[in-house]
């Protein structure tokens, strides 16, 4: 179970962490679960609570050593997306709405052709955006000030 590169990596994920997905592959075929993690290197998705596997973990420091069961990662096309209208596996397509916002919609024989909402735990951050001042960081009042006018000719270089 180690590290291996894909062969084709694929360039536009329409499977994102977070989408509800049913295994249709495997030894969990027919189980449905949602998206923890996404690999991007190996094409592969991590779906909770499935395609478990047996890891023998050695005692350390700090840690204790035995058996224990992990996810294991699925490879991407194994994998497909639940139509939230019917409840069966899609494909997913990009459609363009009357606002002009893009959004995934389901596509097949036994899609509705609703849209794919993205999921909720993607508006949140996995690291946290600093909100502190550094000592590198400019200061407000020094951002906000108007330093170029091109009416009056203030800020202009001498050419």
């Known amino acids: 179970m180690g590290w291996k590169a894909a062969e084709k990596i694929i360039k536009h994920w329409k499977i994102l962490r977070g989408d509800n997905v049913m295994i249709i592959r495997g030894k969990d075929?027919?189980?449905?679960?949602?998206?923890?993690?996404?690999?991007?290197?190996q094409n592969r998705v991590i779906v909770e609570g499935k395609n478990l596997v047996k890891k023998h973990i050695k005692q350390g420091q700090g840690h204790?050593?035995?058996i224990f069961s992990i996810e294991s990662p699925l490879h991407v096309s194994n994998v497909q997306v639940l139509d939230p209208a019917t409840g069966k596996p899609c494909k997913i397509g990009y459609k363009y709405l009357e606002d002009g916002s893009k959004v995934r919609v389901s596509?097949?024989?036994?899609?509705?052709?609703?849209?794919?909402?993205?999921p909720e735990i993607l508006k949140e951050?996995?690291?946290?955006?600093?909100?502190?001042?550094?000592?590198?960081?400019?200061?407000?009042d020094l951002v906000l000030d108007k330093t170029y006018d091109a009416k009056?000719?203030?800020?202009?270089?001498d050419l």
């Open 29 to 41: 075929k027919g189980e449905t679960g949602i998206i923890k993690r996404v690999i991007r290197s």
């Open 107 to 118: 596509r097949g024989l036994a899609a509705s052709g609703t849209v794919i909402p993205r």
């Open 64 to 66: 204790e050593g035995g």
């Open 152 to 157: 009056s000719g203030i800020g202009m270089p």
């Open 125 to 140: 951050r996995r690291k946290p955006r600093p909100n502190i001042v550094g000592p590198k960081d400019t200061p407000i």
